[in-house]
C-alpha cells in the first residue's frame, strides 16, 4: 500500500540484529574491559556499527574524523570500514579513556588507520582544514552537537556524510519529563539537523537513532 510505514517494535530489532554481522572475539574482549574499568556501556549497537561501516564502503570515504571516542569501540569498527592508508581522527576530552582507546587502538588490526586526538573537540576541530574529510561521527556531549555540526560541515568535502548519534534522546525523545538530562539538547538538535541548509539528511531507526546526512554542493 502507497506511503505505508511499517512501525518497528522490539521484536524487530532483535529481527534485525541477529541477522547483521555482530562483535569478534576482540571487540567483545575490549567491551568486558571496558566494563571492568567502570565505563558506561553507552557505545554504538553492532547493527548500527555495520549500517556506519557500509556508509563509509559506499562513499570511498579515506578521512574520517569521530568526537567522542569512550572506549574506543566505534573509531575501530568504523577504521575497519576505510581502505589501506585510510585514516580515521578520534577525539576524546577524558583522559582516562582516552587512554584506554589508545592502548586497544594499538592492539587492534586498525592501529595504523586511527589517531586518538586528546582534548576538548571544541578547541581541536577548528584546527583540522576545510575539506579534510569524507565522514564526520558526532558522539559526545549533546549540548556540544550544533557547534559541532557546524564545524563538520566545514570539514567535510562535497557528497561527505555527517552522522550523529542518539536522535532518540537515550529512548526519552516523547517523554514528557525526561530523566536524561541531555534529553532537552537532543530534541533540539534535531530541529537544526533538519533545517540545515545544504544538508540532507534522515535519522535511522538504529540504535538510539542514528542522524545521516550528506553535504550537498
Known sequence: ????????????????AARTRGDDAFLQRLKAAARAAGFPEIWIAPEQASFMQILLKLRGAREVVEVGTLAGY???????????????????????????????????????RVEVLRGDAAGILPSLPDGSADAVFLDANKT????YLKEALRLLRPAGLVMVDNAFAF???????????????????????????????????????????????
Open 74 to 112: 566505534s573509531a575501530i569498527t568504523l577504521a575497519r570500514a576505510l581502505p589501506p592508508g585510510g585514516r580515521l581522527r578520534t577525539i576524546e576530552i577524558d583522559e582516562a579513556r582516552a587512554a584506554f582507546a589508545a592502548r586497544w587502538v594499538a592492539q587492534s588490526d586498525v592501529a595504523d
Open 171 to 217: 529512548g526519552e525523545l516523547f517523554r514528557s519529563a525526561p530523566l536524561e538530562r541531555e534529553a532537552a539538547a537532543v530534541r533540539e538538535f534535531n530541529e537544526v539537523m533538519a533545517r540545515t541548509p545544504g544538508l540532507h539528511s534522515v535519522i535511522v531507526p538504529l540504535g538510539d537513532g542514528l542522524w545521516v546526512g550528506v553535504k550537498e554542493g
Open 144 to 147: 556540544g552537537y550544533p557547534r
Open 1 to 16: 500500500m502507497a506511503d505505508e510505514t511499517t512501525l518497528l517494535t522490539s521484536a524487530h530489532v532483535a529481527y534485525l
